[in-house]
């Protein structure tokens, strides 16, 4: 079993849907948690970060995380074509220490 | 937020060759970087962790031999990739972390995508 899951997609919505991108993780020690995009050949963007559980919003973007189901989310509003991208979960358990990535989720926002 | 710039962005080597990619951080400080490799489709791997005046750390699996890390300084670190071979052929990403935030989030170099032909 994958210390990190996440669903590689591909996922396919609407311009203007609400995306819902989800990681479920096995390590309870895991206390920092982060969202990456990644557009095609290219390093990964950070686009929220989060320490233990709770909600945190930026803009269009909220992240979400449930350290009793070991599971986090990030949601997207208002989806713009822009949007369309790899989705990385990451998360750690010291700060600053080694990052684990999820697989990613490829979302693609159709005009 | 910071920058981190990675060079060359594609390389083409001949087999037995090696070749060399560059991190650096532009507008921060960075005593810790990383080194990962990603396949198509594929998550990041964690190769090694360089750290500044010191030896890297290599992930199980990954031959220190082959993949050479050097950090000589606090804004730049290097990956070769000595006597490389088809299967070497993928996407090389640094990343490197700002200490003065204080967090863990860490800012990516472009990827460095090399084929070994």
């Known amino acids: 079993q994958k210390e990190v899951e996440q669903d590689p997609g591909p996922l396919s919505v609407p311009e203007g849907a609400i995306v819902s991108l989800n990681c479920t993780y096995s390590?309870?020690?895991?206390?920092?948690f982060m969202w990456y995009r990644q557009y095609s050949r290219k390093g990964p963007e950070l686009l929220m970060y989060?320490?233990?559980?709770g909600n945190k919003e930026d803009g269009r973007f909220t992240a979400q995380v449930d350290k009793s189901s070991k599971y986090i989310s990030l949601f997207i509003r208002d989806s713009q074509p822009s949007d369309s991208a790899t989705y990385l979960c990451a998360m750690s358990v010291n700060q600053g220490g080694k990052l684990i990535f999820g697989q990613g989720t490829e979302l693609s926002v159709k005009p | 937020g910071a920058v981190v710039s990675q060079h060359p962005s594609r390389v083409i080597c001949k087999s037995g060759t090696s070749v060399k990619i560059e991190c650096r951080s532009l507008d921060f400080q960075a005593t810790t970087m990383f080194w990962y490799r990603q396949f198509p489709k594929q998550s990041l791997m964690l190769m090694a962790t360089s750290n500044e005046g010191s030896k890297a750390t290599y992930e199980q699996g990954v031959e220190k031999d082959k993949f050479l890390i050097n950090h000589a300084s606090l804004t730049l670190s290097t990956l070769t990739v000595t006597s490389a071979h088809p299967e070497d052929s993928s996407f090389y990403i640094c990343?490197?972390?700002?200490?003065?935030?204080?967090?863990?989030?860490?800012?990516f170099g472009q990827g460095t995508r090399l084929t070994v032909v």
């Open positions: 990343s490197a972390r700002d200490h003065r935030v204080g967090g863990t989030e860490a800012f």
């Open positions: 989060t320490y233990s559980s």
């Open positions: 390590n309870s020690a895991f206390q920092y």
